[in-house]
T-cell receptor, first 116, second 112 residues
């Protein structure tokens, strides 16, 4: 069974600075997707970024980028130029690409605070 | 394009009662999945439906059930409610076949 671990329950960053959230996962599969979702106080889960395991290039979305290390099973999220609106829970998530099932396995989350 | 819509957003039920939550997926999406979010257990997968068929089920008791209609709308039902069922229930939809899932705003269930 696949598992996702986020070892940082809480993180804080100064506004305009850069922060990196860590995520590791365990799987025996070779084809899968990894995601970072953001959950602000409204509780709406918002997709931040998606990485396909067979792509070596790290995904980027504006101020958000990932460092995907497949061999190490590591998938960290870097937020540059942090903004107050980035304050939220961040979930790392895994989805198999070897089945058609839409089952996503989530990590426990990291609560990010942004200090003005 | 409208997002995933969940109703009701908030509800309070008494132990022993049952509850039905509804989810309307994004137009064109055929897969609907449900998740339970609690402070203690985090986000846990309940089940997934595709074209009215349950394709996958999480590790929840039989009191938790669901279904999907021909228009892809889905309902989940929890019978004989327990205090521990108090949670945020999130619905997500996708076109299926490996695409990203998109979440609704959730239904907050409080069992008293």
């Amino acid at each position: 069974a696949q598992t996702v671990t986020q070892s940082q329950p809480e993180m804080s960053v100064q506004e305009a600075e850069t922060v990196t959230l860590s995520c590791t996962y365990d799987t025996s599969e070779s084809d899968y997707y990894l995601f970072w979702y953001k959950q602000p106080p409204s509780r709406q889960m918002i997709l931040v970024i998606r990485q396909e395991a067979y792509k070596q290039q790290n995904a980027t979305e504006n101020r958000f980028s990932v460092n995907f290390q497949k061999a190490a099973k590591s998938f960290s999220l870097k937020i540059s130029d942090s903004q107050l609106g980035d304050a939220a829970m961040y979930f790392c998530a895994y989805r198999s690409a070897e089945t058609s099932y839409d089952k996503v396995i989530f990590g426990p989350g990291t609560s990010l605070s942004v200090i003005p | 394009k409208a997002g995933v819509t969940q109703t009701p957003r908030y509800l309070i039920k008494t132990r022993g009662q049952q509850v039905t939550l509804s989810c309307s997926p994004i137009s064109g999406h055929r897969s609907v999945s449900w998740y339970q979010q609690t402070p203690g257990q985090g986000l846990q997968f309940l089940f997934e439906y595709f074209s009215e068929t349950q394709r996958n089920k999480g590790n929840f008791p039989g009191r938790f059930s669901g279904r999907q209609f021909s228009n892809s709308r889905s309902e989940m039902n929890v019978s004989t409610l327990e205090l521990g069922d108090s949670a945020l229930y999130l619905c997500a939809s996708s076109p299926g076949f490996g695409n990203t899932i998109y979440f609704g705003e959730g239904s907050w269930l409080t069992v008293v």
